[in-house]
């Protein structure tokens, strides 16, 4: 068969292709971005799902608005405005996960050869999404507080981008958070020279102990013009359940009438009855004692991750300890002599029964082959404790 040409230029996630290797019985798997199903408020979930069937099930099972389920869009505009974001139910639509959100920023944005910047490194399935409609994908260097923006403001200045992708808070792998300074800065700068800026917020209700900086979309009202120029993407994946698979796009009017018609080639609308459920489920009043539970979890994990990497691999490694999210951003010294590849280490790390995911499928260009992701999300304390063990081991077989 003679497939699109745009095909060409990506390739299978080498994430997925991992799984492929996690069959081995007794494996560890630091290696996934999937919540803790233990964690989901099923309960809650059940009740909505009932609630919504036994109610009135005929709309929610039928064909509906291709912007979204009414109910929900006034949910998530409740929701965002406890956050501080001012976001009309008209000024948002649903989607099939956030994902498709980024699908849709790439139809209605990007034409073959358009400049797009982002993270580097950032979420693997963005490269890959963006790169399926032509752009050319230029990455900004990070740190532990976020997108370097004396960079990233040099870097749009010489390559005049159709746009900006950023993941501020908890960032996927880096787990990095956007520092408030840079925030607004990073407003001020779209603003003054017109450059549309995507903030993916998978992740913002997930922090450990302090909440984090206001979101770009928050802070987007106290920088005159910033709001023309930016696009907010949203999930109940990582909070509520990724089953559900709805997100949402919170986007100048011009644009979202854009996307709201690219969607309707793609699906026709998200399903009504995970909308629905969705809907019912934040007026019980579930969610915030839901989350704390997700967050005490998640911190306990990633706090005994911590330990067990300093403990374990000592000077072999360097990271910095996420204050939120699921995931250690982590890379490899090769303090005396040891090893410094992260593609090598992880086929004997699976040698030793367990996985992470190496750094390099993260960048768009120029990878670095030290750099590897470690979740904590879905792993257990003491399973933890061993995994990382295995690490151990696995280094001490290179030197061995």
């Known amino acids: 068969?003679?497939?699109?040409?745009?095909?060409?230029a990506i390739e299978t996630s080498a994430i997925r292709e991992l799984f492929k290797l996690l069959g081995k019985p007794g494996i560890i798997s630091f290696a996934g971005g999937f919540p803790d199903p233990a964690l989901f408020d099923v309960e809650?979930?059940?009740?909505?799902?009932r609630a919504v069937l036994a109610s009135n099930p005929g709309p929610v099972l039928q064909y509906g608005a291709t912007e979204g389920y009414q109910p929900l869009r006034e949910g998530i505009s409740r929701f965002m405005a406890a956050k501080g974001s001012t976001a009309a139910p008209e000024g948002l639509i649903v989607t099939t996960g956030s994902q498709q959100a980024l699908d849709l920023i790439g139809k209605t944005m990007i034409s073959p050869?358009?400049?797009?910047?982002?993270?580097?490194?950032?979420f693997l399935a963005t490269i890959q999404c963006f790169r399926l409609y032509g752009a050319d994908i230029i990455g900004a260097p990070i740190d532990a507080d976020g997108v370097d923006v004396d960079k990233l403001e040099k870097l749009i200045e010489q390559h005049k981008p159709k746009l900006v992708y950023l993941i501020p808070t908890f960032g996927n792998p880096s787990g990095a958070t956007l520092s408030?300074?840079?925030?607004?800065?990073?407003?001020?700068?779209?603003a003054r020279t017109k450059t549309l800026v995507v903030e993916d917020d998978p992740y913002g209700e997930l922090y450990f102990d302090q909440p984090p900086p206001p979101s770009l979309l928050s802070l987007s009202d106290g920088v005159p013009g910033s709001r023309d120029w930016l696009v907010h993407c949203g999930s109940f994946s990582k909070i509520l359940s990724p089953g559900l698979r709805v997100g949402w796009?919170?986007?100048?009017a011009d644009l979202l009438a854009k996307a709201t018609m690219c969607k309707q080639f793609s699906d026709a609308h998200t399903s009504n009855l995970t909308q629905a459920i969705a809907a019912h489920y934040l007026t019980l009043n579930r969610l915030d004692s839901a989350l704390a539970r997700v967050r005490k979890t998640y911190a306990?994990?990633?706090?005994?991750?911590a330990a067990s990497l300093r403990r374990e691999l000592g000077d072999a490694i360097a990271f910095n300890q996420p204050q939120g999210g699921m995931f250690f951003w982590a890379r490899l010294t090769g303090a005396n002599g040891q090893i410094s590849s992260a593609p090598d280490f992880a086929k004997r790390a699976i040698d030793k029964g367990v996985a992470f995911v190496p750094g390099a499928p993260f960048y768009a260009h120029d990878p670095d082959l030290s750099t590897l992701r470690l979740s904590f999300a879905t792993v257990g304390l003491e399973k933890i404790e061993e995994g990382i063990g295995r690490l151990r081991q696995a280094l001490q077989a290179r030197l061995s």
Not at 249 to 252: D, K, Q, S
Not at 300 to 305: H, L
């Open 44 to 49: 809650g979930i059940a009740e909505s799902s």
């Open 113 to 122: 050869g358009d400049k797009v910047i982002v993270e580097a490194p950032t």
């Open 300 to 305: 306990e994990r990633a706090g005994v991750m």
């Open 1 to 8: 068969m003679q497939f699109a040409e745009r095909l060409n």
């Open 180 to 190: 408030l300074t840079r925030r607004k800065r990073i407003l001020e700068i779209a």
């Open 249 to 252: 796009m919170i986007a100048p």
